[in-house]
């Protein structure tokens, strides 16, 4: 119930095409849902993030929607760019939890080809 | 702006030797985290300290230990290490274990266990 589900492992999309990249998890008492994104040879960067409540939150070309009901998020890169090429990985978090830790998904590599 | 500092950024070891990661951030958080990242399985959560002077397990804890040394320094330790080690490790920080604030992650360090 703790996990989180990612998919696609890799992705690979021209530029100017939209990257879609799709969670989903199991434990109701989620109520925190971020975006990370790294580069190679760096750590994990806060992309976006959403909480429960809403069923979409855009910032700039990134989108994330909510679908509480089917217990799945997405993330929607539009227009994207080779500069998008990283890996991306999607969490969750039980803030009621005893330690409110953040369970990451597994990863998606995504290369925006030129 | 240095925010999480991790060192060494490399290091290879024999199996059995001892070694410590050592992690530091300067934006006066509260809570820390050691991940560990592998191919297709994400970032686990190795061990947290929700504040100076606590620490506790996470996801993946045998085999390593952890100090807090102060606010500000949060290290690693492998007593004997093992080629099941083989990672690269994040160390990560955050305001307060219970905020909404992202967590900030450093650039990793690369280890390989022959």
């Known amino acids: 119930q703790q996990q989180v589900k990612q998919s696609p492992q890799s992705l690979i999309v021209q530029k100017g095409g939209i990257s879609i990249i799709n969670c989903a998890y199991e434990?109701?008492?989620?109520?925190?849902f971020p975006w990370y994104q790294q580069f190679p040879g760096k750590g994990p960067a806060l992309l976006i993030a959403?909480?429960?409540?809403?069923s979409e939150k855009k910032e700039g070309r990134f989108t994330i929607s909510f679908n509480k009901s089917a217990k799945q998020f997405s993330l929607h890169i539009m227009d994207s760019q080779p500069g998008d090429s990283a890996t991306y990985f999607c969490?969750?978090?039980?803030?009621?939890?005893?330690?409110?830790?953040?369970?990451f998904g597994t990863g998606t590599l995504l290369a925006v080809q030129p | 702006n240095a925010g999480v500092t991790q060192t060494p950024k490399f290091q290879v070891l024999k199996t059995g030797q001892s070694m410590t990661l050592q992690c530091a951030q300067d934006m006066n958080h509260n809570s820390m985290y050691w991940y560990r990242q592998d191919p297709g399985m994400g970032l686990r959560l190795i061990y947290y300290s929700a504040s100076e002077g606590t620490t506790d397990k996470g996801e993946v804890p045998n085999g390593y230990n952890v100090s807090r040394l102060n606010k500000r320094e949060f290290s690693l330790r492998l007593e004997s290490a093992a080629p099941s080690q083989t990672s690269v490790y994040f160390c990560?920080?955050?305001?307060?274990?219970?905020?909404?604030?992202?967590?900030?992650f450093g650039d990793g360090t690369r280890l390989s266990i022959l």
């Open positions: 959403i909480r429960p409540d809403v």
């Open positions: 969490a969750a978090r039980n803030y009621g939890g005893a330690t409110n830790k953040l369970i």
């Open positions: 990560a920080s955050r305001k307060e274990i219970y905020s909404n604030q992202p967590q900030h």
């Open positions: 434990n109701t008492a989620f109520d925190y």
